[in-house]
């Protein structure tokens, strides 16, 4: 069974940090791209970040509002891949709901072959 799972969303005062994480398994994942994605309720989705297989050299790309603040990783355990989305001096902008995505192509903002099931980010004082 394919499974992308979020987890690490929460509240966070203004300056905070948070690590996302996403566990994706039941694939070859390995030589998935990967990125994490956010799209708060009446707005549009944004490619916050992403990662190339580890055979292309795990290779980065943020948007530019993250750029300096938000860090995505992967770590290739077994039959699992982790990836990872290290976001500090987190801002209200920032609040909003934080999907995973997967697809043996380069990441787009639609048509991509795996979602995780979203995990909420809330930047409060």
């Known amino acids: 069974q394919v499974q992308l799972v979020e987890s690490g969303g929460g509240v966070v005062q203004p300056g905070g940090s948070l690590r996302l994480s996403c566990l994706a398994s039941g694939h070859n994942f390995k030589i998935y791209h990967m990125a994490w994605f956010r799209q708060a309720p009446g707005n549009q989705r944004e490619l916050v970040a992403t990662?190339?297989?580890?055979?292309?050299?795990?290779?980065?790309?943020?948007i530019d509002s993250v750029k300096g603040r938000f860090t995505i990783s992967r770590d290739n355990v077994e039959n699992t891949v982790a990836v990872y989305l290290q976001r500090m001096n987190l801002q209200p902008i920032d609040t909003t709901v934080y999907y995973c995505?997967?697809?043996?192509?380069?990441?787009?903002?639609?048509?991509?072959?795996?979602w995780g099931q979203g995990t909420q980010v809330t930047v409060s004082a």
């Open positions: 995505s997967a697809d043996p192509r380069p990441l787009r903002l639609d048509g991509n072959d795996y």
């Open positions: 990662i190339t297989p580890s055979g292309m050299g795990s290779h980065t790309d943020y």
